[in-house]
């Protein structure tokens, strides 16, 4: 008797490919669970996952608090293509579900990718979650506040082991002290060049470690973030409150901050002969 096979391979051909398809796309987890990482391969998850693992530890070392992250922080990754179309390298997406608040970092990966701004990204994303925490029921629609620009900067500019020399040389060049209300005025930093940008970076880092050298400075900081998303349309007035280092003059402390740590670091980062080269000038 002769059987007739082609019908059963074909049925089981088409069940193999819809297992295939209903698969779940390959992920990894950071070590916090915060991170869940999807797509390209393993070397660029775990590549990531201690990126995300370190900025975020970085960030809590700097404001002193412990890990109590409550939404997670979902981020694809996926390969540049040979010709791609004209899309951002990095997208956060934050918005309201009915299961509470989501965060999704989109990352096209490559190998001369920027890790600069994939690390600025992941903070960005930190903040966020940290600045909404404990809001879980806002209202589909409302918008939200953004980690202002100066925040992002001077909290990187701070990382462990970063080079801080061409901020420091930046400060010492620069003609006159950026006013501290311009400074937290927002900026779309996009459109600056790269001194213009060099410069916010490094009046970003004086900020932030004024901030942080003030009394209860840390502890400050983080209470300032917290309340970033019931902020005010005076930055300055929201930046008194909670720092009343700057309640008997802002603008004169913040000259003599900046002066100060122009001054203290030019001796810590450069030579002799630098430091002579620069006050000479």
Not at 124 to 129: K, M, P, S, T
Not at 161 to 189: F, N, Q, W, Y
Not at 242 to 249: D, T
């Given at each position: 008797?002769?059987?007739?096979?082609?019908?059963?391979?074909?049925?089981?051909?088409?069940f193999?490919?819809?297992?295939?398809?209903?698969?779940?796309?390959?992920?990894?987890?950071?070590?916090?669970?915060?991170?869940?990482?999807?797509?390209?391969?393993?070397?660029?998850?775990?590549?990531?996952?201690?990126?995300?693992?370190?900025?975020?530890?970085?960030?809590l070392?700097?404001?002193?608090?412990?890990?109590?992250?409550?939404?997670?922080?979902?981020?694809?990754?996926?390969?540049?293509?040979?010709?791609?179309?004209?899309?951002?390298?990095?997208?956060?997406?934050?918005?309201?579900?009915?299961?509470?608040?989501?965060?999704?970092?989109?990352?096209?990966?490559?190998?001369?990718?920027?890790?600069?701004?994939?690390?600025?990204?992941?903070l960005?994303?930190?903040?966020?979650?940290m600045?909404?925490?404990?809001?879980?029921?806002?209202?589909?629609?409302?918008?939200?506040?953004?980690?202002?620009?100066?925040?992002?900067?001077?909290?990187?500019?701070?990382?462990?082991?970063?080079?801080?020399?061409?901020?420091?040389?930046?400060?010492?060049?620069?003609?006159?002290?950026?006013?501290?209300?311009?400074?937290?005025?927002?900026?779309?930093?996009?459109?600056?060049?790269?001194?213009?940008?060099?410069?916010?970076?490094?009046?970003?880092?004086?900020?932030?470690?004024?901030?942080?050298?003030?009394?209860?400075?840390?502890?400050?900081?983080?209470?300032?973030?917290?309340?970033?998303?019931?902020?005010?349309?005076?930055?300055?007035?929201?930046?008194?409150a909670?720092?009343?280092?700057?309640?008997?003059?802002a603008?004169?402390?913040?000259?003599?901050?900046?002066?100060?740590?122009?001054?203290?670091?030019?001796?810590?980062?450069?030579?002799?002969?630098?430091?002579?080269?620069?006050?000479?000038?």
């Open positions: 008797m002769k059987v007739n096979c082609c019908p059963a391979i074909f049925i089981l051909s088409v193999t490919l819809q297992l295939l398809r209903a698969a779940p796309p390959e992920r990894s987890v950071s070590p916090s669970q915060q991170f869940i990482i999807y797509g390209a391969n393993g070397a660029w998850r775990g590549a990531v996952s201690e990126l995300a693992e370190r900025t975020k530890a970085n960030f070392a700097l404001l002193r608090r412990p890990d109590r992250w409550k939404t997670p922080v979902l981020i694809n990754l996926q390969l540049s293509q040979a010709n791609p179309p004209k899309i951002p390298p990095a997208a956060l997406r934050f918005s309201q579900t009915g299961f509470g608040l989501k965060l999704q970092l989109d990352f096209t990966v490559a190998r001369d990718v920027d890790s600069s701004l994939v690390e600025r990204a992941l960005r994303a930190i903040l966020l979650e600045i909404y925490r404990n809001q879980p029921d806002i209202a589909p629609g409302t918008p939200y506040v953004q980690p202002p620009d100066w925040l992002l900067d001077g909290v990187l500019a701070l990382t462990p082991g970063r080079d801080r020399r061409p901020l420091v040389e930046a400060l010492l060049l620069s003609d006159k002290i950026m006013p501290l209300e311009k400074l937290l005025r927002p900026t779309s930093i996009s459109g600056l060049d790269s001194p213009a940008r060099l410069l916010y970076r490094a009046y970003s880092f004086a900020l932030v470690q004024l901030l942080v050298d003030a009394t209860g400075g840390p502890a400050r900081l983080a209470h300032y973030i917290d309340n970033l998303s019931r902020a005010s349309t005076d930055p300055l007035a929201d930046l008194k909670q720092f009343p280092v700057f309640n008997g003059g603008e004169k402390t913040w000259r003599s901050g900046v002066v100060r740590l122009g001054a203290t670091q030019s001796y810590q980062l450069l030579t002799f002969a630098e430091t002579e080269r620069h006050l000479g000038e």
